[in-house]
């Protein structure tokens, strides 16, 4: 069945260094979303990515999905306490709108 | 909107007793999921609600797991017995059922603690 991975799945950072989490799907993606999930809560939609090569920016945050459609990255310039989560991208697997999530990349951000 | 509502928010039970969930998804959204999240690991899909009915339940362990959907609106999932494996957040998602988007909203959890 199909697979997301992502790395790595811890990362320190003191606060103003860049950070950046990798997505590997085992098949190529219709899509691909990232959530945030802050400790004690539920994950939150950040994005979704469609095309081959795209990239979008929110802020600080900048999300890449691969020409092959079978990766992804998720880079934050400049961490701030406030980035302080795991971090989970997710593909569809079906056409029932079902989403397979990563294993997440857990951030912390040492002041 | 209202987001998605869960509760309760935290359970703690002892191995071989029953527990149930509630979901009250977003207004407007058909289509529920139930999933179970394990600490340290990415959230897993249980089932799959259209409406009332069925997408998916392949991922549910039938013999001690059931939920179900009435009115096609809120929905319970129920544990019975409980093991100690399935201490985990057990949260609810939906989404609109068609469109470009694959968003998906999620209520805050049950923290279900198994002794």
């Known amino acids: 069945g199909q697979q997301v991975m992502q790395i790595p799945q811890y990362q320190h950072v003191q606060e103003g260094e860049d950070f950046t989490t990798y997505c590997n799907s085992s098949?190529?993606?219709?899509?691909i979303q990232w959530y945030k999930q802050r400790p004690g809560g539920h994950p939150v939609f950040l994005i979704q990515?469609?095309?081959?090569?795209e990239v979008k920016k929110q802020k600080r945050l900048t999300f890449q999905f691969g020409e092959a459609k079978k990766n992804s990255s998720l880079h934050i310039t400049a961490t701030q306490t406030t980035d302080v989560g795991t971090y989970f991208c997710?593909?569809?697997?079906?056409?029932?709108?079902?989403?397979?999530f990563g294993s997440g990349t857990q951030l912390t951000v040492l002041p | 909107e209202a987001g998605v509502a869960q509760s309760p928010r935290y359970k703690i039970i002892e191995k071989r007793q029953s527990v149930a969930f509630w979901c009250n998804p977003i207004?407007?959204?058909?289509?529920l999921y139930w999933y179970q999240q394990i600490l340290g690991q990415g959230p897993k899909l249980l089932i799959q609600?259209?409406?009332?009915?069925?997408?998916?339940d392949s991922q549910l362990p039938k013999d001690r797991f059931s939920a179900e959907r009435l009115k096609g609106v809120d929905s319970t999932l129920k544990i019975q017995p409980a093991k100690l494996e399935d201490s985990a957040v057990y949260l609810c998602?939906?989404?609109?059922?068609?469109?470009?988007?694959?968003?998906?909203?999620f209520g805050p959890g049950t923290r279900l603690t198994v002794t």
């Open positions: 609600f259209q409406n009332n009915g069925v997408v998916d």
């Open positions: 990515l469609v095309k081959s090569g």
């Open positions: 997710a593909g569809p697997r079906s056409s029932a709108r079902q989403l397979t």
């Open positions: 998602a939906s989404s609109r059922p068609s469109g470009s988007s694959y968003e998906q909203y």
């Open positions: 098949t190529t993606l219709s899509n």
């Open positions: 207004s407007g959204h058909a289509t």
